[in-house]
């Protein structure tokens, strides 16, 4: 475990007069509450975020009625579901219909268990944390047709069967080329993944490697968008055809449990692509990895996720929503040759003595390019930010 029965009597001495089966019970007990309290308060943080973001992008305000700078619309709209009548309509399968979000939000919040947090901060250090991740990601794709199935609405099982064909056509690019950084660490273990990147920005994988691990990242990416349901692979939830997919006769309670399943396995996705490729709770300088006495490995891993978490936002609300025919030839004609490309190369370079240190071509071709790209973006963000603060003051005028 993370949080050690020995580390939590150095700490506090005065436990071990207590039995300890009650300072097991804590060590136990305190990773699991902090980690429910965040999943189930995240989700208001990440719907007020996206409300936002989505305002600053098409030129509006987004929620500014209740509380300050509409800080508190998103908790008013999450009581109003917590409180609202569930509907439960006729021919639907009532056991499976209310055991379908539950099963979705199993699948999500889950992986929290083994993602590290600090270098002692990891509810739990599995030796096959990424495959623990992958297995117990994969109870969301049986909830989300189980709710289409129960539903007894044409619309909700249509959601349904897109889900399950685009969850399992994507999840075999991003299971394969997890094994990129796994081979080079030599470990299924995500503390040992982010150890082996300490060391600063140039520890890295996504620095490293190149142009092996940015591609590697990249395949990831695009194949987490599709297996979170965000756009532009959000197929099984178009409202233009389907209504609303697979939650198409929910409501209330159960409705908001799936919402809020959406918006954490954003945050459990890009944390292990951060875990994987962005060093995880490893600072960019060494010298930042602590305030004083306090870690800051936590703040690092949650500022790194929400990079990213923005930018899945950013293309939910700058990207039209692709075709079926359009999604399969992304997963299966594009994504999926590259990786098993990534996997056949890492393996055969890693059998190389001549580049037991790492690849001879990273210090010279892979920095200048890297540099060159989060400059180009760094650019465009600027230039959009001037331009929208100029249409606002034009608006105004």
């Known amino acids: 475990m993370g949080v050690t029965y020995e580390l939590l009597l150095r700490t506090f001495p005065a436990l071990a007069r207590w039995p300890s089966w009650v300072v097991i019970a804590i060590v136990t007990g305190l990773p699991a509450l902090a980690c429910f309290t965040f999943m189930a308060l995240g989700p208001l943080v990440y719907v007020y975020g996206e409300r936002k973001i989505s305002a600053f992008m098409q030129d509006r305000l987004g929620p500014m009625r209740v509380g300050p700078v509409g800080l508190l619309q998103t908790v008013a709209d999450t009581v109003k579901l917590l409180f609202k009548e569930a509907i439960f309509p006729r021919g639907v399968d009532r056991r499976l219909f209310v055991l379908a979000p539950l099963l979705v939000n199993v699948g999500a919040f889950m992986p929290f268990v083994v993602i590290p ?29 189980m709710a289409g199935w129960a539903s007894n609405n044409k619309y909700a ?8 064909a685009q969850i399992v056509s994507y999840e075999i690019p991003a299971v394969i080329v997890l094994l990129v950084p796994v081979m080079i660490v030599g470990s299924l273990s995500l503390h040992d993944i982010t150890e082996a990147q300490r060391g600063g920005l140039q520890s890295w994988f996504l620095f490293r490697y190149f142009p092996i691990m940015p591609v590697a990242f990249l395949v990831f990416f695009v194949a987490g968008l599709a297996e979170t349901n965000r756009a532009p692979f959000d197929i099984p939830e178009a409202e233009s055809e389907l209504v609303a997919g697979f939650h198409t006769e929910y409501s209330g309670f159960f409705f908001a449990m799936f919402f809020m399943a ?11 692509a951060t875990v994987l490729f962005l060093g995880g709770y490893q600072a960019p300088l060494p010298a930042l990895q602590q305030l004083g006495p306090l870690p800051m490995g936590w703040f690092w891993l949650w500022a790194k996720a929400w990079l990213l978490i923005f930018v899945m936002m950013w293309l939910r609300w700058t990207l039209p929503r692709s075709r079926v025919d359009q999604l399969m030839h992304i997963a299966w004609k594009v994504l999926l040759p590259i990786a098993l490309a990534l996997v056949v190369v890492v393996g055969g370079l890693i059998l190389l003595p001549a580049t037991a240190g790492g690849f001879p071509w990273d210090r010279w071709v892979g920095w200048p390019l890297t540099i060159g790209l989060v400059g180009f973006l760094l650019f465009v963000m600027l230039r959009a930010f001037r331009w929208n603060r100029r249409r606002a003051q034009e608006l105004a005028a």
């Open 157 to 164: 099982l249509f959601g349904a069967m897109r889900s399950a």
């Open 262 to 272: 959406e918006y954490t396995e954003m945050f459990v996705f890009s944390s292990v």
């Open 117 to 145: 947090w600090g270098a002692r901060l990891q509810p739990a250090d599995l030796n096959v944390g990424v495959f623990y991740v992958v297995a117990i990601a994969s109870l969301s794709t049986v909830g989300l047709i």
